[in-house]
């Protein structure tokens, strides 16, 4: 079992510091977003090179920790155009550097049809799908050059909302550079969640062949609301998930999400143990 973390869940650690606290929890793998994790290096448009990516990419190495995902996940079909050409170009640099940092994955969700970033059913139009395949296929098209991939992310707060629309992103874009970060529980909501098994086979139907990472978090049902809680504090049925994985998917890498603080260590332990009692 490939276990890692989304690194900026490790709050406040410098370049020098996380790599190594990463490796103490006996983890193997970080999701790195720069501008979250490392602030202080300001990153925007223009400003990395192979330098310091290699710089950034040589502290996991040491600790032998992957950095199995770089994360740029910004608003791909912003309603500004002119807002829209920064945050693409800004992920197409990601693109060009990622083999610097010892990546091969570049991964962002698909956006909003409005500024402010949450669920509207507004984003489950055919227009709003027809942006994202514009913005997609630029992007693929960029990281067809660099040989590396980019990872979309469905979620039911985005345009790319369900296994089937997923499925169809796929079909329309037509590249193996794309293909798909797996979060179960972005999926769900209060409406669908007692089907989650349901829509997590289905997903491993439609394009289990081109899952190449999972996020592992959790949910719960507060008064008939859904909302995210630490992995193994909720709901999420990592049974069916992990049965999958194992079956196909040998170390993968699995990313721990929304676990923070105290409940690392035990997300941790209620993952391997889950993992370690699914029978091939």
């Known amino acids: 079992m490939n276990l890692g973390i989304r690194a900026h869940d490790l709050i406040g650690l410098s370049l020098e510091r996380l790599p190594e606290e990463v490796s103490k929890l006996g983890l193997s793998s970080v999701q790195l977003a720069l501008s979250k994790s490392f602030p ?24 032998n920790i992957q950095i199995a995902v770089l994360g740029c996940y910004v608003n791909i079909i912003h309603p500004d155009l002119s807002e829209r050409r920064l945050l693409l170009e800004l992920f197409k ?15 962002t969700e698909t956006g909003n049809v ?30 067809e050059k660099f040989g590396v991939i980019v990872g979309i992310e469905p979620g039911v707060n985005h345009p790319i ?3 089937k ?38 997903a491993f139907k439609l394009f289990g062949d081109r899952i190449v990472a999972v996020h592992a978090k959790d949910f719960s049902i507060n008064e008939g609301k ?12 990592y049974e069916t998930v992990f049965k999958y994985l194992k079956d196909t998917k040998p170390y993968i890498n699995i990313l721990m999400e929304n676990t923070k603080g105290t409940f ?17």
């Not at 925007?44 to 990419?57: H, R, V």
């Not at 669920?119 to 960029?142: G, H, I, M, P, R």
């Open 40 to 63: 202080e290096l300001h990153i925007k448009n223009g400003s990395l090179t192979p330098g310091l990516a290699n710089y950034i990419g040589s502290h996991f190495r040491n600790h």
């Open 93 to 107: 640099e990601h693109l060009r550097y990622a083999r610097d940092f010892g990546c091969s994955i570049v991964a």
């Open 114 to 143: 409005h500024e402010k970033m949450g669920y509207t059913t507004d984003n489950f139009t055919e227009e709003a799908y027809n942006e994202v395949v514009k913005s997609v296929s630029e992007l693929v098209e960029e990281a």
């Open 161 to 163: 909302y369900s296994p």
């Open 165 to 202: 629309v997923m499925r169809r992103l796929i079909d329309d874009v037509k590249s193996s550079n794309l293909q798909v970060i797996f979060d179960p529980a972005n999926l769900l909501t209060e409406e669908n969640y007692k089907s989650q098994k349901i829509i997590f086979e289905e």
């Open 226 to 237: 859904f909302e995210f809680v630490p992995v193994g504090e909720g709901l999420l049925d």
């Open 264 to 280: 690392i260590e035990n997300g941790i332990s209620y993952l391997k143990g889950k993992y370690e009692i699914i029978v091939q």
